[in-house]
């Protein structure tokens, strides 16, 4: 009797180890928060937990639709704030689940050792962005809501009339400026952080509202939800915020 209790114990506390080193949790995400920190934190929870997590960036036509018939199933999404608004109302996300995630600023960019305009205000940006030469950006019309909300930003404000643009037809602004092909760019800090060739000058100023909120929950589709919830948990925690802040994105309160 001895050795069945004691066989029971055993299988016990070796059973959740073992589901952690079979658990597999899958995310979905845009490249905003896939460029900001997310994949540091799924390979430091895997070592920590034995719980692998694959981070996929998508775009958003492609996020949407993957999130809800795509393989393989999408156990947390990540979407900006008004896309996962609308998941939440399609029911294609657990409810309760949705948590905000922080915030990724449009930057300015320039060449390693180039000048740094101020760029603190509205005004300045603009005087900057028109001395400063060609300014490229993102293609928006495959439909980058990056790329929408700088067009839109440079467009819709009398001030930014008279700077010199330039539409990427191959990658990313910032891709596009490390290859030479303007002299500043407009990009998500979290992009311009990537390439090395490349300075930060400084966020676009709050007002003109040149960034992207993002938000995470678990899918409905999910088969590993309580695994989901943990990494979730895990990645939103306070002592994580100075890794997202080093990849470009602010947590917000």
């Not at 608004?85 to 960019?109: F, H, K, N, S, W």
């Not at 067009?151 to 596009?176: P, R, Y």
Request: charged share 20%.
């Amino acid at each position: 009797m001895r050795k069945l209790v004691l066989a029971a114990v055993l299988a016990a506390l070796v059973a959740p180890v073992a589901h952690a080193q079979t658990a597999e949790v899958h995310v979905f995400t845009p490249g905003v928060v896939f460029n900001s920190g997310i994949q540091d934190l799924a390979a430091s929870y895997t070592k920590e937990t034995g719980v692998k997590v694959t981070v996929t960036s998508k775009g958003m036509a492609a996020l949407i639709n993957d999130a809800k018939t795509g393989t393989p199933v999408a156990d947390i999404i990540v979407a900006p704030v008004s896309f996962m608004d609308g998941l939440e109302a399609e029911g294609a996300v657990v409810p309760g689940t949705a948590a905000d995630i922080g915030r990724v600023y449009i930057g300015v960019a320039v060449p390693k050792g180039k000048p740094h305009p101020d760029v603190s205000t509205p005004r300045k940006l603009a005087a900057a962005l028109k001395a400063g030469g060609t300014v490229i950006y993102s293609n928006p019309a495959p439909g980058s809501m990056e790329a929408r909300i700088i067009n839109d930003m440079l467009h819709q404000n009398a001030i930014f009339k008279g700077v010199k643009t330039k539409i990427s037809t191959k990658g990313e602004g910032g891709e596009a400026l490390v290859r030479g092909e303007a002299d500043m760019a407009l990009q998500l800090i979290c992009e311009v952080l990537n390439h090395p060739e490349l300075e930060l000058v400084g966020p676009v100023p709050e007002e003109l509202h040149a960034y992207i909120d993002s938000k995470v929950a678990v899918s409905t589709r999910s088969t590993q939800a309580d695994a989901a919830k943990g990494f979730i948990a895990y990645m939103l925690r306070p002592d994580h915020n100075a890794l997202w802040k080093s990849k470009g994105l602010e947590r917000l309160p």
